[in-house]
């Protein structure tokens, strides 16, 4: 898992883990946590200009 601080947008690349595309991080190659993976999804919706879904 990546440990990096902080993650920016463009910092990210998606590379295949057998049938699974993996958001990593391209300066030291782990997978993104949990953590890391959720504010990359927000940030990604919030650029595409969408609203974000609910859970309820």
Known sequence: MCECSKVHMYEVEFKLDGMIVVPTHKNCGFALDEKQSEKFTKELV????????EDD
């Open 46 to 53: 919030k650029s595409w200009g969408m609203e974000e879904e």
